[in-house]
């Protein structure tokens, strides 16, 4: 039951992907986008198979692959000739060509993606312990992880490609050159350091549903949680229609914004806000999403047609 699961739920994920999520990037249909949304759906597929191995098994194979991938950087699309495309799906971001000419964009290679799927599936032993086991094991790991990214940044050790720590002219700039990592594909100090945290959040998080505090602000979050694949979809449609408004009454060059591929295969030159600006969007957009995901998340209450556990 579990191996159809996740087979029909990635190729649904895939098909959403070079469909509505690719058009909500461009308001058009030119080359499919694979990126999040795609890779996870592949990620599924593969552990549609991982999963019938012992779950120690699914977790060394998960620790491999995240702390080894950064081994494969030498190896280059563009020296592989007829292999090129099958090492962007795998490794490197590009765009993939069919017969030479370009046929979609690729953001999100598989490899590392995999592992951090595979110990995704792991966590749930973790989870399903007693709530003082799981916060101690996720503060530890987590901890950990987060160490490991520090020392390896300012050794600048195995693990990113590039420049890792130094001295620039401002502390802000020093601290934003520490926290540059790479995320396409993801490094290893990339995903030390968002893995990590979100282990120590979960930890906290979870002390305080236990403990039942912060009764108000967790039903708020708990109305995204329940909907993360809708909010994702609609926040895409909601962005980019206020990009467009913005450019229109602003810009003459809004038909940018709707041009197939453009935003992913060009640069608009003078267009752009400060970081604050970007910030209070992201506030606005999230607030402005909140009654359609409580109504999404109603309607998942009252009727449990099967093709809504999809959404």
Known sequence: MLTRTLIIRGL????????????????????????????????MILLAGLQWLPLPAVGAFGVIVIFGHDLLDRVRAENLGVWSDAWYIFHERGVLTFQAHPVAVYGYPVIPWVGVMALGYCFGWI???????????????????VGLFALLRFTHGYGD??????????????VMLFLSVQKYPPSLHYLLATLGV?????????????????????????????VPFFF??????????????????????????????????????GWGYSLPIVYWIWIFVVLALYPSCAWFSGLKDRRRSWWLAYL
């Open 198 to 226: 979100v282990l120590l959040l979960f930890a906290l998080f979870d002390k305080v549903v236990v403990a039942d505090r912060l009764v108000r602000i967790r039903a708020f979050l708990n109305v995204y949680g329940r």
């Open 12 to 43: 649904w994920l895939i098909v959403l992907e070079v469909t509505v999520v690719s058009f909500g990037w461009s308001f058009g249909f030119g080359m499919p986008i694979l990126q999040v949304i795609w890779v996870i759906g592949i990620s």
């Open 232 to 269: 994702y979809i609609a926040h895409i449609f909601v962005i980019h229609a206020l990009a467009l408004g913005v450019a229109i009454v602003t810009n003459p060059n809004w038909r940018f914004w709707i041009t197939p591929d453009a935003v992913f295969t060009r640069h608009f030159n």
């Open 127 to 145: 989870v399903a312990k007693t709530p003082r086991a799981r916060q101690r094991i996720s503060v530890l790991v987590g901890a950990a992880s």
């Open 161 to 174: 490609p590039g420049p890792g720590s130094k001295r620039l002219g401002t502390l802000s700039h020093t």
